[in-house]
């Protein structure tokens, strides 16, 4: 497997892994994470331009897309129920969706993240997110509390930092 950077020429691709996703969260008991468009077509395109947009890929099948990058998340600078590992320079990765038809390219962006941040990634996942709370906890990431998004939706809070590999 590899990761590039998404194209513009990918945006329709991107669309429908986002699909997919929604889909299988609707039918595996979290139909309110990203709801019936999330992420928008407009979040999207704002992401590949930014260059903050990737894809896993094998060949020239595309397997999962997801978004990295080493900055500061808003969202993130209040946590509740717990603290932060480390107050360090982070990378984030948010929006990971995969058509599930290969295992374990959750596991391969995940790391390929955690490497890119130089070993301090935080990550968050809606409470019913299960599949995604079960491979962050089997990758080292620990649950540190609970952030709250723009829209006061609460998020469950995971980082995992070098010295806890």
Not at 18 to 36: H, I, L, S, T, V
Not at 118 to 144: A, S, V, Y
Request: aromatic fraction near 10%.
């Amino acid at each position: 497997m590899d990761i590039r950077k998404t194209t513009m020429e990918d945006l329709d691709t991107v669309l429908d892994l986002y699909a997919k996703a929604r889909q299988f969260m609707r039918e595996n008991g979290n139909p309110d994470q990203w709801g019936q468009n999330r992420p928008p077509k407009e979040q999207v395109i704002d992401d590949i331009k930014r260059g903050c947009s990737f894809l896993c890929t094998e060949g020239k099948n595309v397997l999962g897309t997801f978004y990295y990058a080493k900055e500061t998340e808003p969202d993130y600078a209040q946590i509740y129920d717990g603290a932060w590992l480390n107050q360090e320079p982070y990378g984030v990765m948010h929006r990971v969706a995969s058509p599930g038809i290969k295992k374990g390219v959750g596991t391969f962006c995940l790391l390929w993240c955690f490497r890119q941040s130089g070993g301090n990634l935080r990550i968050d996942t809606h409470q019913d997110n299960l599949p995604m709370q079960k491979m962050l906890e089997k990758n080292g990431f620990r649950h540190c509390g609970t952030i709250y998004l723009k829209d006061n939706s609460p998020r469950l809070a995971y980082q995992k930092t070098a010295s806890d590999k």
